[in-house]
């Protein structure tokens, strides 16, 4: 057994998937605003999942620190004229062939939150809370993600830099846990 084991490891060993290494992933909850966001989409968002006018500018404002742009700039851009357009003309036709085009570079477009964590997963990019849940702001961050990460529009965070304020955050919470401990003790 061991022997067919070694056999079949060795035949498929150069078409197996490279494992996913969650530490080379940038963690979304540890950049600066998202647990804020995380919160206030858990206290604020109303039963049928809409946003506050404030809350939605906020989501637009994380999204221009962190991707360098906000989720219209991931949408295609209709011509003004496209309506007036007849159903059958040629032009027409070609817009929606562009349109198509655009959508086709956004595997997160139609995703499920689960299915576009584990998109983003394959891009370097963990939307996943501490008990390894999508993130709640997963459907209004993952075309950013996305883009960014493809080098489509945008940019992701510099990975170092992210790590350093995870780790000064990680610090910050181990002191004040100290001082609390040491206050009640």
């Not at 221009?64 to 219209?72: Q, S």
């Not at 370097?124 to 702001?137: A, H, M, T, W």
Request: charged content about 25%; overall charge negative; some cysteine.
């Amino acid at each position: 057994m061991k022997k067919r084991h070694a056999e079949w490891l060795n035949l498929t060993a150069g078409n197996l998937p490279a494992p996913s290494c969650p530490a080379f992933r940038m963690r979304i909850l540890d950049l600066p605003g998202f647990e804020a966001i995380e919160r206030k989409l858990l206290l604020y968002t109303s039963v049928r999942s809409e946003l506050s006018p404030a809350l939605a500018l906020e989501v637009d404002d994380l999204s221009a620190k962190t991707f360098g742009i906000v989720r219209n700039d991931t949408l295609f851009s209709w011509p003004s004229h496209y309506d007036d357009l007849h159903q059958a003309s040629p032009e027409r036709w070609r817009i929606d062939d562009e349109f198509y085009e655009h959508e086709e570079k956004y595997e997160t477009g139609e995703a499920t939150d689960d299915e576009a964590v584990a998109i983003l997963a394959g891009l370097g990019l963990d939307f996943n809370d501490n008990r390894g849940l999508p993130l709640r702001c997963t459907k209004l961050f993952c075309r950013q993600a996305e883009a960014a990460a493809k080098r489509i529009i945008g940019a992701l965070p510099d990975q170092a830099t992210v790590n350093l304020e995870a780790w000064g955050n990680a610090l910050a919470q181990a002191a004040q846990l100290h001082i609390n401990k040491k206050r009640s003790g």
